[in-house]
């Protein structure tokens, strides 16, 4: 048993120190969302805030090509009604074709389409960009850890939603001997997994979305929303997947009692 203990503390110990010299960032903001531990839920107005952020700002450079309209419509996500996603859509321009004369063309978005790339291909992103294509961003909550090895991390097990904020938070003015090194086009945050220098410009600024329901519009807030909306688009069956885990400890805890019962009546005689 004290092997075994001496053996777990061991792993412990190793894991969270590879994490730690696979990061070489500043670790992620600690802040808390609504989704964090085991019982967490998303909250939807902040989904559609969230959503409202990634659709005035960040579509203008990145796509979600895992993510369709009408899944903004489903079951534990920012729930948009039908009608809401149709319109919503259709403010998207998705390449389609080749029509009767073999030519590609322009056409609103529907509901089935998927968040496009503004650009038309992955060379064109890089040039628009000082050479590196943003990213898709689908999935960029489960791709970024942001862990800081802690208890506490490990409970709720998000870190990606805080990366991300902590990225969108985190440019800051670089000291002048920082300023020296910064590569031609490239922007200083302390955050950024791949060197401190980033191809992205800082993309918020205070009062930038205006919210329906009034909510606050700081740079801190706008990337709390956006954040929390990227991490239901790489998990959007969350709730469900919490749902089911708890009804399965339910099952084993009643199941566990029952056999223990059992096993007593069984054996009573032989002692
Ligand atoms: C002007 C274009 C532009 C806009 C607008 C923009 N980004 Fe980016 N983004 C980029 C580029 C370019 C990169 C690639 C940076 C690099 O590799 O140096 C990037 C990278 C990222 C990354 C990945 C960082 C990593 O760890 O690899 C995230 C996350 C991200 N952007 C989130 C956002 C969010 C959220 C928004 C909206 C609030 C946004 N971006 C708006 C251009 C943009």
């Known amino acids: 048993m004290k092997k ?18 696979a990061e070489n960032a500043t670790p992620a903001k600690p802040i808390s969302f609504s989704f964090e531990g085991p019982f967490g839920t998303f909250d939807k107005a902040q989904l559609q ?32 009604t039908e009608e809401q996603v149709k319109a919503l859509a259709a403010t998207f321009t998705v390449k389609d074709g080749p029509d009767a004369e073999g030519n590609m063309f322009d ?20 040039a628009a960009n000082g050479g590196a294509a943003p990213p898709d961003l689908s999935l960029i909550t489960k791709a970024r850890e942001g862990w800081h090895g802690t208890f506490n991390q490990l409970w709720s097990n998000i ?16 000291s002048e001997e920082i300023k020296k090194e910064t590569p031609e ?26 919210f329906d329901d009034g909510a606050p519009n700081k740079v ?20 469900e997947r919490k749902q089911l885990g708890f009804m399965v400890l ?18 009573r005689d032989a002692h």
């Open 107 to 126: 056409r609103p978005g529907l509901a089935s389409d998927r968040f496009p790339s503004p650009f038309p291909n992955e060379q064109a992103a890089a």
């Open 185 to 210: 086009g490239k922007h200083y945050n302390p955050y950024f997994v791949s060197g401190h220098f980033i191809s992205m410009p800082p993309p918020l600024a205070d009062g930038q979305v205006t």
């Open 4 to 21: 075994f203990t001496m053996l777990l503390i061991a792993g412990l110990v190793s894991f969270t120190g590879a994490s730690f010299a």
């Open 49 to 80: 805030r969230g959503y409202k952020v990634y659709k005035e700002v960040c579509s203008n450079c990145h796509s979600m090509r895992l993510v369709a309209f009408r899944n903004l419509a489903d079951h534990g996500g920012p729930g948009f």
């Open 250 to 267: 339910i099952f084993l805890s009643v199941f566990a009692g029952l056999m223990y019962f059992v096993k007593k009546k069984i054996w």
């Open 220 to 239: 801190d807030d706008m990337a709390r929303d956006v954040s929390a909306f990227l991490a239901w688009t790489a998990e959007p069956k969350m709730e």
């Open 159 to 174: 870190g990606g939603p805080q990366y991300v904020y902590s990225l969108l938070t985190g440019y800051e003015e670089p």
